[in-house]
Every structure is written in structure tokens, then in C-alpha cells.
């Protein structure tokens, strides 16, 4: 059974930093581009950035370039999301995303993606 588990978020202040993780268990996970994504109250489901299987390959949201920085450890089956200079408008439910086996390449389009976590909630007060 695939599962992955986000964890690193929570309530800081603006300007304030927080590294967001993302566990996976059941799936071969160096043979998979992975994703963040977010999602605030109100608002659609958006890309934050992707990285592909060997970490040779990032892309980003125009929104976090520059703060956001996405990152792997395949010896860990752990995806990673430094965020930096947080704003109150990257207040969201966070959620790691997994492409399907042997999809080594980034996508920034979430039905590219089979897996997903439950999320881990980001709150960023002004």
C-alpha cells in the first residue's frame, strides 16, 4: 500500500522559514518524479515545484522561486520543501505528490500524479 506522509508544517510569521517533509513507503521511490502542491481556503489546487528522480531536474512556481527550494533523499524515500521568506499568502494545506512508476520527469500538472499525502497545513501570519 502506498502511503506518503507530510510533515514540518505549522504557524510561524511572515518572513519566518519552515522545511516541509514528505515520507513515502510502498513504492519504489527513486524510479518516480515527485511534487508539491497547494491548496488555500477558497482557492484551486496549484503547483508549487517537482523534482525528478535523480534530483537533476527542478521547476518551480513563479510564486516560489527563489524562497522554495524542493529536494530528495531516494535513500531515505524522503521528498523535501525548504520554504523561505514565508508570506501570508502561502497560508495552504500543503500535499507531496508521487508520479507512477518509471515516470522519471518533472510535471507541474496534477493529473500527472497517482499518490498523494493527506497534506500538512501551512500557516503564515502577517
Not at 40 to 53: C, D, L, M, R
Request: with cysteine.
Amino acid at each position: 500500500q502506498v502511503q506518503l506522509v507530510e510533515s514540518g508544517g505549522g504557524l510561524v510569521q511572515a518572513g519566518d522559514s519552515l522545511r516541509l517533509s514528505c515520507a513515502a513507503s510502498g513504492l519504489t521511490f527513486n524510479s518516480r518524479a515527485m511534487g508539491w502542491f497547494r491548496q488555500a481556503p477558497g482557492k484551486e489546487q496549484e503547483f508549487v515545484a517537482t523534482i525528478s528522480s535523480g534530483s537533476r531536474t527542478q521547476s518551480y512556481a513563479d510564486s516560489a522561486k527563489g524562497r522554495f527550494t524542493i529536494s530528495r533523499d531516494n535513500a531515505k524515500n524522503t521528498v523535501y520543501l525548504q520554504m523561505n521568506s514565508l508570506k501570508p499568502e502561502d497560508t495552504a494545506i500543503y500535499y507531496c505528490a508521487a508520479r507512477s512508476h518509471g515516470l522519471l520527469y518533472t510535471s507541474r500538472l496534477p493529473s500527472q500524479y497517482d499518490f498523494w499525502g493527506q497534506g500538512t497545513q501551512v500557516t503564515v501570519s502577517s
